[in-house]
């Protein structure tokens, strides 16, 4: 991989340019409501591999596919559920991704040989016009390097990915900020995998709702996962990250007793004033807190922080999916006060 990347507009021009790409088997750096995805035809083999190699990224981790339409759901996975319908009515297309038993034309290398596969119908026009306009279902992941955090701007993804694939288009900001909700289905019941910005007390206004212990726990070693980013430390920056759990006040005395060269706090917004170390602030609800984490973590990067202490989100609604993401950026590392 030694391409010259190029930075696209959300033009007709660069779109057509972009699927063009797209249907020549390239990998395409594309904008989602959830973060940047890098994308490649699902149902090309080496195309899919190619995503592997540009991430570094574990092949026994599978890839979402990302359909335009809903109709287009049966051409790719079988047994739907009426429950899945009435999921997409709701909540596509948007940030959420279901998992089915695949059809034969998604290839292994894409489902990491599982016989199932995760679908998703995107909300960012961009990312809709791009599968459009290829003719291909895209099988994207988050365009970072493998373990690094999330991109939520094009400039993210230029920073891990130039020289590595041909093109990015740059749709802007990423909206929500994380990835997409993961859910698969038993017995007309819901199995959320993977939190995100459609959160388990929205699901459960259609059926029960079972959350998977490794939203919170680690996976030990050889045990199976059912979602992408479960088995892996994630979304971390160079820093060490430690979650710190207790009120407010015992927050602010710890980091402030707890400075140091290269130590910086991450806490709630309205705390920012009463930290006595370097910090950078990621939001006070939890739908902020989404939206800037993986900025957040990137920008500890860039001031080169060592140690970051950050403050526990909430853990229910999106804040769940905060949590979770803090929690493999922080390899399971808490400390409750």
Excluded: W
């Amino acid at each position: 991989m030694n391409y010259e990347t190029k930075l696209l507009s959300t033009s007709e021009y660069d779109i057509t340019y972009a699927a063009k790409l797209l249907a020549d088997g390239e990998v395409v750096g594309i904008p989602t409501e959830t973060v940047y995805g890098l994308a490649a035809d699902a149902e090309n083999e080496e195309a899919v591999k190619n995503i592997f190699k540009a991430k570094g990224r574990p092949q026994d981790n599978p890839l979402i596919v990302h359909i335009a339409d809903i109709s287009q759901l049966e051409e790719y996975v079988y047994d739907v559920p009426q429950l899945a319908y009435k999921l997409a009515e709701k909540f596509c297309p948007g940030p959420l991704t279901m998992v089915l038993p695949k059809k034969n034309r998604i290839p292994n290398v894409t489902s990491a040989g599982l016989d199932t596969v995760g679908i998703r119908i995107p909300y960012h026009p961009a990312a809709r016009k791009l599968i459009q306009e290829s003719g291909k279902a895209l099988a994207a992941p988050s365009a970072n390097l493998s373990g690094s955090p999330s991109p939520t701007t094009a400039m993210h993804v230029m920073n891990d990915m130039n020289g590595r694939i041909p093109a990015i288009v740059d749709g802007g900001s990423c909206p929500v900020g994380v990835e997409s909700t993961v859910i698969s289905f038993e017995n007309g019941k819901i199995r959320l995998l993977r939190p995100g910005f459609i959160s388990a007390d929205e699901l459960s206004e259609f059926s029960e709702v079972i959350c998977d212990k490794h939203i919170t726990e680690a996976a030990i070693e050889g045990e199976q996962v059912r979602s992408p980013g479960m088995k892996y430390k994630h979304y971390s920056p160079k820093a060490n990250i430690t979650i710190i759990s207790g009120s407010r006040e015992q927050y602010i005395d710890y980091v402030n007793s707890h400075g140091g060269d290269g130590i910086y706090a991450m806490p709630f917004s309205r705390d920012e004033c009463y930290c006595r170390i370097p910090c950078i602030p990621y939001g006070d609800t939890s739908e902020e807190q989404a939206s800037k984490l993986f900025a957040v973590l990137r920008e500890f990067d860039d001031i080169g922080a060592k140690q970051v202490y950050a403050y526990c989100p909430f853990v229910d609604g999106v804040g769940l999916a905060v949590y979770n993401r803090l929690l493999r950026a922080a390899g399971f590392e808490i400390i409750t006060l």
